[in-house]
């Protein structure tokens, strides 16, 4: 009798909420997820990573892999409005979240609540600062019909972002409308008192969304308790009515980037024209604990003792084989943030580092393409080798701060690795290779000019970014045509930048080795031994002309000529008024004359031998955009600075002989592409 009737329970449980069921699949008002599984009703619809753990029937968005995305939505969307012209309904949603990041401090990147009028721009976003939410081509773009709260954890200075901890308001783009540190009012007299949360602890947060649409008003509240506070932490004024079409679809969305954290979503629910029905976080599924390291059992038994000290010896001499032979993680390791490769994954996903996969061998060492066996994705890995491991272990520590530069036109460093004296490090792989091979030695391909044009802006944007959009100024030092790479779309992205700060942290204090390429090298640079941004402003202007003109900076094959240096031949033509006469014959007179000779002058400003003479980046870039107008007449590019660049033109000069690496450059055809001075790195280890 009870085992028919246990038998049965499913089936009357089914039709216990058929009625239910059918309304709230034809048109949903209300949600109500207190945990994932075992709802009556309908499934949310998981892309990307996402998955409800059967077990405990928490929605976890990603794990702890880099750049993943994870989306759920409610497969129905939900009436927002009676018809595409009239106003938004009020709605409100409460949900709770959990953020646990790889490492306890650094998170990647966040997660979303988000209402969005298509499926199809989700699908096609990108992970990491995109946050799964949009990609670079329709960000921003009022056609999305896109709102999120964000509860982002990376401080991305593209969007603007206050801090790493912060939650924002969204509409069509990742720049929020607003946004403030995570934080909620504690009970109290009044409002209560403004305490702070920290948003990648680990722990469970309760966090409501209401709109109101009486007084078009938008507001996050935030708790770490089941209780709502008075106060919201967030609240903006606006009529969501242009932005929500009729009908528009209700998740989550989640990514993760080179840092990675877990991120959960505990329990949901969701009302059109009232109050979401009240979660309780203690009725909630609770977070998977920390993973339990398993203390094996010993039982003593006089066999079994021997046959353990036998087994430790070989553990012992095991133990003892690797850490001669494979990675040892020093404790400093273990404190930088990006993702740490294993040497071993490094080694299959390059094949070994076989020659057949060598990319290329600039100054910094061998570069290798390669597939991560997991992810399948393809990646460019760079193989530096160091015979200093103090100036390494600098290096290394800096790799945080370097992987948290992100700029669509910089090359992304994905991760790291080190063994023994060499740094391995994953970038994404850049499928158009570099951009020299487009312009010198009778390319197979020629750029076209609009091609062109649009490389030198989108490297000019890198180098601004880097100038001025992140926290401390980081200078390139090694901008070049090799060092331009382009991606599928042909979009120019910046490769090496901050490596060449390994070679100064390796270097002898005393005798500060300057790093950079011939034709580059902005003129005091051999005599301070300093880089400054206005010295990649030079190394951008060689760039700039040798776009245009298709001829190296320093041209060996013109050796004999008075033209081998490519700013003095520009700048003779210029006097002459034949600037159109240094233009790339490859591109077949095919170009916009204004913009050409825009970018001819500007080469010729940015060359100037006094540092002070030549533009900021910014002003660069305001140039390039047309916002402002070059000057109609130039000064001479080198006059003003009698010491240095004159000697400089001649690559032979006294500036140079004192250098102990004259053998370096002194096999004259090929030192256009090799560093000037490579120095051998050392340092005493004190
Ligand atoms: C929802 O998911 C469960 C478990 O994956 C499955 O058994 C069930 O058929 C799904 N229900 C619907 C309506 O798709
Ligand atoms: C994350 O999920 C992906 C895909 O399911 C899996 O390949 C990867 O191993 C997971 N990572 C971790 C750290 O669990
Ligand atoms: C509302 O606008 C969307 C997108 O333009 C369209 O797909 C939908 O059919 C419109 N609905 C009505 C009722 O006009
Ligand atoms: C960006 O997303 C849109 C959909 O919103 C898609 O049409 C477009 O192809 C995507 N662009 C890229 C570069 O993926
Ligand atoms: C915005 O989207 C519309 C329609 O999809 C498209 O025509 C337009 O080019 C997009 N604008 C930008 C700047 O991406
Ligand atoms: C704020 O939202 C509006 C939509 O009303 C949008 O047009 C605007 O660009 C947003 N502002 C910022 C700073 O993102
Ligand atoms: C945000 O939080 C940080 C660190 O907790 C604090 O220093 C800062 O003053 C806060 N900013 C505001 C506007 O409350
Ligand atoms: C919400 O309220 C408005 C009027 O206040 C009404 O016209 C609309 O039908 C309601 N929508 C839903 C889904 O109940």
Known sequence: MMGTLLQLYPFLFLFLFLPILNTVLSQPQQLFYSGFNHIPGTNLSLTGIAKIDDKNGILKLTNETSRLI?????????????????????????????????????????????????????????????????NSTNIGNFSNHLFAVEFDTVQDFEFGDINDNHVGININNLVSNVSCNASYYAEGEGEGKLENLN???????????????????????LSPSSTKPKKP????????????????????SASTGLLASSHYVLGWSFKINGTAPTLDLDSLPKLPGP???????????????SFIA????????????????????????????????????LKKATKGFKDKGLLGQGGFGRVYKGTLPNSKNQVAVKRVSHESKQGLRE?????????????????????????????LLVYDFMENGSLDKYLFDEPKTILRWQERFKIIKDVASALLYLHEGYEQVVIHRDVKASNVLLDSEMNGRLGDFGLARLYEHGGHPSTTRVVGTLGYLAPELPRTGKATPSTDVYAFGALMLEVAC?????????????????????????????????????????????????????????????????????????????????????M??????????????????????????????????????SPVFTPIGRRETS
């Open 70 to 134: 994870g989306h759920a939505f409610y497969p129905i969307p939900f009436q927002f409005k009676n018809n595409n012209g009239s106003r938004t309904f009020s709605f409100s949603s409460s949900f709770a979240i959990a953020i646990v990041p790889e490492y306890p401090k650094l998170g990647g990147h966040g997660l979303a609540f988000t209402i969005s009028a298509s499926m199809d721009t989700l699908n096609h976003a990108l992970p990491s600062q995109y946050l799964g939410l949009l």
């Open 199 to 221: 948003l990648k602890g680990g722990k469970p947060l309760m966090v409501w969304v209401d709109y109101d649409s009486v007084k078009s008003l938008i507001s996050v509240t």
């Open 233 to 252: 932490t967030l609240s903006y004024s606006l009529d969501l009515s242009p932005i929500f079409h009729e009908r528009m679809y209700v998740g989550f």
């Open 291 to 305: 993973k339990k390291k398993q203390t094996p059992m010993v039982v003593g038994v006089s066999v079994a003792t």
């Open 310 to 345: 036998l087994f430790s010896l070989f553990l012992g001499f095991y133990l003892f084989w690797k850490i001669k032979n494979a990675d040892v993680i020093e404790p400093w390791e273990l404190e930088i943030g990006p993702h740490r490769y294993s040497y071993k994954e």
């Open 395 to 423: 290096f290394v520590s800096e790799i945080a701060s370097i992987g948290r530069l992100r700029h669509r036109n910089l090359v992304q460093l994905l991760g790291w690795c080190r063994r023994r004296g060499d740094l």
């Open 550 to 634: 298709g001829v190296r900076p320093v041209d060996p094959r013109k050796a004999q000529h008075e033209d081998l240096v490519l700013v003095d031949w520009v700048w003779k033509m210029y006097k002459e008024g034949k600037l159109l006469d240094v233009v790339d014959p490859n591109l077949n007179g095919d170009f916009d004359e204004r913009e050409i000779v825009m970018v001819l002058k500007l080469g010729l400003m940015c060359s100037n031998g006094a540092p002070n003479s030549r533009p900021s980046m910014r002003q660069v870039t305001r140039y390039l955009d047309g916002e402002n107008l070059l000057p109609d007449s130039l």
């Open 636 to 673: 001479k590019p080198h006059h003003n600075n009698q010491e240095g660049f004159d000697e400089f033109l001649n690559p032979f000069g006294s500036s140079f002989n004192s250098s102990d690496n004259i053998g370096m450059y002194a096999s004259f055809p090929s030192f256009t592409n």
